[in-house]
């Protein structure tokens, strides 16, 4: 599988800011995803990263809000933005390989304090 | 809603005894099946995806699936300590975006 990194790995931010999250990848993928995963719940889908066009948006989160980029097929970023202690959270990206396979591997996770 | 259930546990066995951790999901048009493994302040490290109606074994793991049920399970046997995480369970209800919707995962506690 590949391997995924993420920048930051953790980080404490004051309410009102914005915050960039890195994912990269070692080998080119299809799909790239991000997830929010709150203290002591399960993980929620932000949105699917789409390579040169719009990310898609789960119900409940904007694009002002996370908007996302993905300019090659081997990077994405979320940027939460105007953050609130609301906002504090593991956020995880995943990928999925090739054109037939729905099996998603994930990052190690930035884990965001807003204070 | 599509939604996916799973016991949040803690699910406590002792070492050696057979784990069984199970999920249930709404959508009866769903093909893809998953289990993840977390261990406290990790991410998910995937164990097993099934597809197929029956059992898929991998080492010390046998995931069960029952489509007309809507009903997935892991069993988890010679259970060990290092066993000990939340496992959560994802399925795939919409395959046109490969999207996984998740469970709120089962803790699993493997007593020495």
């Known amino acids: 599988s590949a391997v995924i990194s993420q920048k930051p790995s953790r980080d404490i931010c004051q309410r009102g800011t914005s915050l960039t999250i890195q994912c990269q990848v070692d080998s080119q993928v299809t799909m790239m995803f991000w997830y929010r995963q709150q203290p002591g719940q399960s993980l929620t889908l932000i949105a699917t990263?789409?390579?040169?066009?719009?990310?898609?948006?789960e119900s409940g989160f904007v694009i002002d809000k996370f908007p996302i980029s993905r300019p090659n097929l081997t990077f994405s970023t979320l940027t939460v933005s105007n953050m609130s202690p609301e906002d504090s959270s593991i956020y995880l990206c995943?990928?999925?390989?090739?054109?037939?396979?729905?099996?998603?591997?994930f990052g190690p996770g930035t884990r965001l304090t807003v204070l | 809603q599509k939604e996916v259930e799973q016991n949040s546990g803690p699910l406590s066995v002792p070492e050696g005894a057979i784990a069984s951790l199970n999920c249930t999901y709404s959508?009866?048009?769903?093909?893809?099946f998953f289990w993840y493994r977390q261990y406290s302040g990790k991410s998910p490290e995937l164990i097993m995806f099934?597809?197929?109606?029956g059992d898929k074994e991998d080492g010390r793991f046998t995931a069960q699936l029952n489509k007309a049920s809507q009903y997935v399970s892991l069993l988890i046997r010679d259970s060990q300590p290092s066993d000990s995480a939340t496992y959560l369970c994802?399925?795939?209800?919409?395959?046109?975006?490969?999207?996984?919707?998740f469970g709120s995962g089962t803790r699993l506690q493997v007593q020495p």
């Open positions: 099934i597809y197929s109606n």
């Open positions: 994802a399925v795939n209800m919409d395959t046109g975006r490969r999207a996984l919707t």
């Open positions: 995943s990928v999925s390989q090739g054109a037939s396979t729905d099996t998603q591997y």
């Open positions: 959508d009866r048009g769903s093909q893809s």
């Open positions: 990263a789409n390579q040169g066009s719009e990310a898609t948006y």
